[in-house]
């Protein structure tokens, strides 16, 4: 047996090892775990969920519909496509936040609000909670 073959042997190994743990491939779902958080005016309260995509898992009240608007954002929050509907001019900011993962991709946001409204507007099921 030559040195090559123990080489060749770790090498492929190491490979496959790689690629089992690779983020998802054309037609499987997207995985991420998240914790997500909506806070009012000069933090004066405060909520968050966790949420765990695919099996919409976590304590999310919405979590199918959440992470299929996460997936279509490619985990992206500002890249979420919302929902159209109309609010008030009331000024009451929030500000939503996101921590966590995304098919093994650090995820850091926040964003700030005119109101609740306003988010979920621009968020749809994500932040429903």
């Not at 909506?38 to 979590?63: D, F, K, Y």
């Not at 997936?71 to 500000?95: F, I, S, W």
Request: glycine share 10%.
């Amino acid at each position: 047996m030559s040195v090559r073959t123990p080489v060749a042997v770790a090498t492929t190994a190491t490979a496959l090892l790689c690629l089992a743990a690779g983020p998802a491939t054309a037609g499987e779902p997207e995985r991420g775990r998240l914790l997500l958080t909506v806070s009012g005016a000069r933090n004066t309260w405060i909520r968050g969920v966790q949420l765990a995509c695919p099996e919409a898992g976590g304590h999310h009240p919405h979590a199918a519909a959440a992470c299929a608007d996460l997936q279509r954002a490619n985990g992206e929050p500002d890249a979420l496509a919302g929902e159209g509907h109309l609010c008030t001019r009331e000024y009451d900011p929030v500000t939503a936040a996101v921590e966590g993962d995304w098919n093994d991709r650090p995820v850091v946001w926040h964003k700030t609000y005119p109101n609740a409204c306003g988010l979920d507007v621009a968020t749809g099921a994500v932040f429903r909670f």
